[in-house]
């Protein structure tokens, strides 16, 4: 599978509805390359001081048969909501890194949900995903939650 769908061509089209709707959720390797913990915790701690990041998450756990409460992704911040740490999202809201003339962020820096979301003619509700919305990130930043609330915890408490 291809690492990238984007067609800024079709997007532009469309004028970029799906980023209108819900911003794409980055996975472990779009943060760190290299997924050491030390490494992870403060790239994911960078990423969410700069206010255009954010923690979601998946209620419940992910994971068919898993027992967690909650599960937390990282994700482009909400337009109105920057800076915050964590901020629950169930679509309708457009991400931060959307401006007038399309997403801010370079095709290679974007998250990977942005990055396998395939372009259909026709624009919103056409576009075919490449991945799981919301439960794929939330499965594969599943490793990694002890690092999510960490952050979560240190950045609230400074805030």
Same mark, same amino acid.
């Given at each position: ?25 980055? &996975? ?21 001081r700069t206010g255009k990041w954010c923690l979601d998450s998946w209620e419940g756990d992910p994971l068919e048969g898993g027992t967690l409460g909650e599960c937390y992704f990282l994700r482009p911040a909400i337009k109105g909501h920057q800076g915050e740490v964590f ?24 998250? +990977? ?17 490449? &991945? ?9 930043? +599943?490793? &990694? ?15």
């Amino acid at each position: 599978m291809p690492e990238v769908y984007l067609n800024l061509n079709q997007c532009q089209a469309c004028q970029n509805r799906c980023c209108e709707r819900y911003p794409g959720a980055a &996975y472990p390797e779009d943060v760190a390359p290299v997924l050491r913990e030390g490494d992870l915790l403060a790239a994911v701690e960078a990423a969410i001081r700069t206010g255009k990041w954010c923690l979601d998450s998946w209620e419940g756990d992910p994971l068919e048969g898993g027992t967690l409460g909650e599960c937390y992704f990282l994700r482009p911040a909400i337009k109105g909501h920057q800076g915050e740490v964590f901020h629950p999202s169930w679509g309708g809201d457009e991400c931060c890194f959307l401006s007038s003339t399309g997403c801010e962020l370079l095709p290679a820096l974007r998250p +990977r949900e942005c990055r396998l979301l395939e372009p259909k003619i026709g624009g919103l509700g056409k576009c075919r995903a490449h &991945y799981k919305p919301k439960r794929g990130s939330a499965l594969a930043w +599943r490793p &990694y939650q002890e690092i999510l609330r960490t952050v979560r915890e240190t950045l609230e408490d400074k805030s």
